[in-house]
T-cell receptor, first 112, second 115 residues
């Protein structure tokens, strides 16, 4: 069966520090991968998506970047965190064509 | 561009009341999919339902039911005899049919069920 792992679950980082969040998927090949962010009390905003290794599309200009070094690995990074980067980050995968989207358990990031 | 609107920001009901969460969507696609997710306080997103644009049959699953009306671009969600465990944020979402389709979410409706 397919599973998605996301870590860490919570993270507190100082302003200006780097960030690396990792997401891995098991049990499927060539999935579409997505990073969403949910600011406090807000909806979910798509940040990045990837349809294959090394292929990254950015939805909104921001302080973050994403990479897909392996088929089932999706990484969200920042060189210098801002206070506005605080939020709940969710990774998801799908095979497209209307199939469902499966979400990881999320990382709650607080930038202080 | 796709858009999902959930006009109700927050709803409070007393246990055992019925409650309907509204969802209105916009898309230019002829084939698309609609979803509802539940987000309990722990934060994870729990999948509830997926409907494709060609299937307008209403669906019932236990105390949950969904009303899809293409004519009004709505996909409403009703909880019958609400329970405290139903308290959560509920998101309506829309995706296209392509291989690289993206899921667009509404802003969510926070449902508070009290005793």
């Amino acid at each position: 069966s397919q599973t998605i792992h996301q870590w860490p679950a919570t993270l507190v980082q100082p302003v200006g520090s780097p960030l690396s969040l990792e997401c891995t998927v098991e049990g499927t090949s060539n999935p579409n991968l997505y990073w969403y962010r949910q600011a406090a009390g807000r909806g979910l905003q798509l940040l990045f998506y990837s349809v294959g290794i090394g292929q990254i599309s950015s939805e909104v200009p921001q302080n973050l970047s994403a990479s897909r070094p392996q088929d089932r690995q999706f990484i969200l990074s920042s060189k210098k965190l801002l206070l506005s980067d605080s939020g709940f980050y969710l990774c998801a995968w799908s095979v497209g064509r209307g199939h469902g989207y499966t979400f990881g358990s999320g990382t709650r990031l607080t930038v202080v | 561009a796709q858009k999902v609107t959930q006009a109700q920001t927050e709803i409070s009901v007393v246990e055992k009341e019925d409650v309907t969460l509204d969802c209105v969507y916009e898309t230019r696609d002829t084939t698309y999919y609609l979803f509802w997710y539940k987000q309990p306080p722990s934060g994870e997103l729990v999948f509830l339902i997926r409907r494709n644009s060609f299937d307008e049959q209403n669906e019932i699953s236990g105390r949950y039911s969904w009303n899809f009306q293409k004519s009004t671009s709505s996909f409403n969600f009703t909880i019958t005899a609400s329970q405290v465990v139903d308290s959560a944020v509920y998101f309506c979402a829309l995706s296209g049919y392509g291989t690289a389709s993206k899921l667009t979410f509404g802003t969510g409706t926070r449902l508070q069920v009290t005793l």
